[in-house]
Each structure stands twice: as structure tokens, then as C-alpha cells.
């Protein structure tokens, strides 16, 4: 064969793979492991800031019908602003856990239009947590509420899960369970209960293969793993099932878009959670730079409380007002 047809049969081939991106070659679950397990090591912290919204935007009528005995405060257009900087541990039990500083503030509305500020900041340094909020009428200020806790046990347990780590990787890493998807594809495939169905599929605007992780008794799936194929089979959707039998769809968290953060790493930068019968769905958009590895420790992710702030320290079993230094 010349060098002239053998060239000419590759532009070919490639116009071919272009077209029907279907005929791409078949990835093992073992590769698909190996590189789920890589971008999970490369992660081992995150920052960013993003803002968390509904669609379409609520209205009082939304909210006021199973809540008419009290007054509705619903958040102003329907946006909250956030910052995240999290890196994951290990306990002293083995397991992958994260440690964050989330901040989150937003201006919530009555329907006379008085607004109320909110702001509230949430760490987790791998043994504490804490959380401080502040909270008044916008026309009323300084006169705001200013409170902190501290408890060994953990009442934010969404945290990082219910923010666009939940949305990665991490989807199934919930505080409590060391559930890697990595770890989840290596058990499964020991135990036979994990489908790769590698006929590339769209999915939005990403080129995308399945992986069905099937139920242990019935071998059915219980939820859905879109990967793109052009971003190192990085998941841009996961749909979690109601009924297995069906393929009914309870829950469904979508990646719009991706960044690239790393050699080989992407990370999601904007998306959606919905359910089929729902009339409004969670989204988020990242709206700055998004650091990685940047080396932080545990006396990273630790809540100052100002001073006037009232404790409430379940540690110490304490309530006390911080004071000034010398008071």
C-alpha cells in the first residue's frame, strides 16, 4: 500500500469516527476504574464560588399553599451565592471524607416586599463542626442576629454532596460512606452486578457511554452513569431510579458544562437536578476560577465567630457571648 492511499484511508476513517461517534472503540470497566480512581487522586482539594438557583424562579403561590399557617419568606429571584473550599481525608475508620469551609448568603423577600439578608457559614475540620449565621431585616440593620454552634456530630451531612461536587466524580461520596465511584465500579465488577454499554450515546452536547449499576438480587439498574467520551469519561449525568422494573426515573442530575482543570481533569461548571414531575429544578452555575491542589490542612477549615456572637458549644455542653480579647 502506498503512503498516499494509506493516507487517504485514514482521513477516511476519521471522517467515519467523526460522523457515527458510536464506533468508538469499547472501554473495559477496569480502564474505566483505573481513570475514575486517577481524577479522584488528582482532586484532593477544590475552591470555587457559584451561585445555586431554582428555574423558573418561585413565586409565593409556589410555596404558600403547604405553608399557609406561617409567613413565607422566599429567597429574591431565586439565587443564592456560595463559596466552597473542600479536600478530602482520610478517617481513622479508612474511609474518604471531606472536610469544607461552605459560605452561603442570600436576600430572601415577604410578600409585603421586605427583604431579609442571610448569611451563614458552615466548617467541617475532620473532628468539629461549626456554623455561624447572621440574619436581620435589610431596613433594620445592625441590628442583626449573629449565632454560632459547635457539635462533634454532623447535621450537614448535604455538604459537599448538595453542592457541584455532587454533580462530578464525587456523586457518590454523601459524608458517610467511602462510595467512590471508583470503589463502586471495582466492587460491582467483582460481583458481576455492573453493565458498561459502550455504544456512544448524546447526552446534551456531550458524546456519552452508560454504565447501568444493577441492583444485587435482581440485577436490574438502580442508576444510570453518563461519561463523556471526550473529556476522559468524566460523568455529565447520573439518573437514580424509582422503579427498577420500569426504568422509572426519580431523579436526574445533569452536567451542562465542563472545565478543564487538570492534565486528563475536568470538573462541572454548570448544571441541573431535576425530577420528572417536577415543576421547578435546582441548578447552579460556577462564577470564578476554580482551584485544586492548593495544599490545604485541617486548620484550614475552621469558623471564626465575631465578637457579640452567641455560642451554643455541644461539646462542652456551654452557651457563652464571644467577647473582646482583654474583656
Known amino acids: 500500500m502506498t503512503r498516499k492511499l494509506f493516507c487517504y484511508l485514514m482521513s477516511i476513517l476519521l471522517i467515519f469516527c467523526a460522523m457515527y461517534p458510536g464506533m468508538v472503540g469499547a472501554i473495559t470497566t477496569e ?11 488528582a482532586i484532593r482539594d477544590i475552591s470555587f464560588e457559584y451561585e445555586w438557583y431554582v428555574t ?8 404558600e399553599e403547604p405553608l399557609k399557617s406561617i409567613g413565607v419568606l422566599i429567597t429574591k429571584d431565586g439565587v443564592s451565592k456560595h463559596k466552597l473550599s473542600a479536600a478530602r481525608f482520610i478517617d481513622p475508620n479508612g474511609r474518604h471524607r471531606w472536610r469544607y469551609v461552605f459560605e452561603e448568603s442570600a436576600t430572601l423577600i415577604a410578600k409585603d416586599g421586605q ?11 475532620g473532628r468539629v463542626y461549626k456554623k455561624f449565621s447572621i440574619d436581620g431585616p435589610t431596613d433594620k440593620r445592625p441590628t442583626d442576629v449573629t449565632s454560632g454552634l459547635i457539635t462533634s456530630n454532623n447535621p450537614y451531612t448535604g455538604i459537599p454532596l448538595l453542592t457541584p461536587i455532587g454533580f462530578s466524580i464525587f456523586r457518590f461520596e454523601n459524608g458517610l460512606e467511602d462510595n467512590s465511584l471508583s470503589t463502586i465500579l471495582q466492587q460491582r465488577k467483582d460481583e458481576d452486578i455492573i453493565r458498561v454499554i459502550d455504544a456512544v450515546k448524546k447526552v446534551n452536547d456531550f458524546n456519552t457511554i452508560c454504565v447501568d449499576l444493577l441492583q444485587r438480587q435482581i440485577k436490574l439498574p438502580y442508576t444510570h ?3 463523556s467520551v471526550d473529556h476522559n469519561y468524566t460523568p ?7 422503579n427498577l422494573k420500569t426504568g422509572e426515573i426519580a431523579l436526574t442530575v445533569e452536567v451542562h458544562s465542563l ?3 487538570g492534565d486528563g481533569l475536568w470538573f462541572p461548571t454548570s448544571g441541573l437536578m431535576h425530577s420528572p414531575n417536577g415543576k421547578q429544578a435546582n441548578a447552579f452555575q460556577v462564577t470564578g476560577k476554580i482551584l485544586v491542589i492548593q495544599g490545604l490542612k485541617e486548620k484550614d ?12 458549644d455541644r461539646v462542652r455542653n456551654i452557651e457563652y457571648v464571644v467577647k473582646a480579647p482583654g474583656n
Open 31 to 41: 480502564e474505566l476504574t483505573n481513570r475514575c480512581q486517577s481524577a479522584e487522586n
Open 56 to 63: 423558573p424562579t418561585p413565586t409565593f403561590e409556589d410555596v
Open 115 to 125: 427583604t431579609w439578608d442571610i448569611f451563614v457559614k458552615y466548617s467541617y475540620d
Open 225 to 227: 452513569v453518563y461519561l
Open 236 to 242: 455529565v449525568k447520573h439518573e437514580h431510579l424509582k
Open 259 to 261: 472545565e478543564r482543570i
Open 301 to 312: 477549615f475552621d469558623v471564626e465567630f465575631p465578637v457579640g456572637t452567641k455560642v451554643t
